[in-house]
């Protein structure tokens, strides 16, 4: 089976990377935005016609939730346009397709763990974006599997765990939001769950019906940003003072949800899988990187 990947240079396409090895019986092809430019779709067709996948995983995303509110058309030509067209390709072809959205799409005041049916309310061009994609995408074929996921980070890359650890070298003291609550997600531990996905779909325990739709994925457990930090500093040794502060002491273009805790129930009963703890996670990650 070709499992082909775009977005490869990312933190959760490196992840899918360094897991092939698990998965002897299957082919991966990795692009990065090098040979498959998301914002240049011919790049993407000649790669689809040459690596002729079998499972498509979209890991390219714009990303910058900042950024995004001054680079609207692109983040929608990315986040939108190419996962449609993807989706259609996938489509044309009968193949699934696996592609990433946000914990930021709910953005309600719902205060309880968010279900994949409750209501979404996006809030700044990053989360817009990644809604309208995942409904693109859903729209233009009935199979692909959407998995919500939170607080991303990873050994490489840009993430919340890197930048503390590198401020916290720089400074004695930082501010971190603590009324912003949610659940991060080591990349590893995602990639890991989507194989197992395909998995159960390729020995036939779970069928292509049931492996598509909206699917929440994080770690598990609860904190903020503030008590993430804490950890961060603890496992890692390095010695900084974290000050708690709130969302509006730390400003910022856009408005992040107060609560995007994620019900992970649905695939976790779908696929049988069992989800590490969210300080566990990190542990592993700091090991990774060497603290
Ligand atoms: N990071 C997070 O906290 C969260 C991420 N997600 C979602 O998870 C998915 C994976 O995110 P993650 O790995 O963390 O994100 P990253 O930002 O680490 O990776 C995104 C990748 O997309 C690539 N990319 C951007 N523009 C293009 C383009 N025009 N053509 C091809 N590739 C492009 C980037 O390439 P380059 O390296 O060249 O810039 C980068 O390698 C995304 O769908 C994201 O929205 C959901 C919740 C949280
Ligand atoms: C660096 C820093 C951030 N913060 C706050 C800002 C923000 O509310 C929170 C996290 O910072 P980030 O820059 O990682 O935030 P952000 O880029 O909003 O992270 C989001 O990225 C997108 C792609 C997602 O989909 C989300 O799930 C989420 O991971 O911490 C502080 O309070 N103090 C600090 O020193």
Redesign the pocket.
């Given at each position: 089976m070709n499992i082909c990947i775009?977005?490869?240079?990312?933190?959760?396409?490196q992840s899918f990377k360094s897991l092939t090895g698990a998965y002897p019986q299957w082919q991966f092809h990795f692009a990065?935005?090098s040979i498959?430019?998301?914002?240049d779709l011919s790049t993407v067709d000649q790669w689809l016609e040459a690596s002729q996948p079998d499972v498509l995983i979209?890991?390219?995303?714009?990303?910058n939730v900042n950024q995004a509110e001054e680079d609207e058309a692109l983040a929608r030509q990315?986040?939108v346009d190419?996962v449609e067209h993807l989706a259609r390709y996938c489509s044309r072809k009968a193949i699934p397709l696996f592609?990433?959205?946000?914990?930021?799409v709910y953005h309600t005041e719902r205060g309880i763990p968010f279900r994949e049916t409750d209501a979404t309310a996006p809030k700044g061009v990053y989360a817009v974006t990644?809604l309208e994609g995942e409904r693109a995408a859903l729209a233009a074929h009935a199979g692909t599997t959407v998995i919500?996921?939170?607080?991303?980070?990873?050994s490489m890359?840009?993430?919340f765990v890197r930048t503390m650890l590198r401020l916290g070298s720089e400074r004695d003291e930082l501010k971190v939001v603590s009324d912003q609550i949610g659940t991060p997600?080591y990349?590893p531990d995602l990639a890991a769950a989507s194989l197992q996905m395909l998995q159960a779909w390729r020995q036939g325990t779970v069928s292509g019906e049931d492996m598509a739709g909206i699917f929440n994925f994080s770690n598990e457990g609860v904190c903020s940003w503030y008590d993430f930090a804490l950890a961060i500093f603890e496992l890692s040794g390095l010695e900084c003072t974290v000050h708690a502060v709130e969302s509006h002491e730390f400003p910022s273009p856009v408005e992040r949800p107060h609560y995007s805790v994620l019900n992970k129930t649905r695939i976790k009963k779908t696929f049988q899988l069992e989800i590490p703890y969210w300080r566990e996670a990190l542990g592993r990650c700091l090991a990774a990187i060497g603290q």
């Open positions: 775009t977005g490869a240079g990312g933190q959760l396409g990065d935005r498959a430019d998301l914002s979209n890991c390219a995303a714009y990303t990315i986040n190419a592609h990433y959205s946000s914990d930021y990644k919500r996921t939170s607080w991303v980070y990873a890359g840009h993430n997600t990349a």
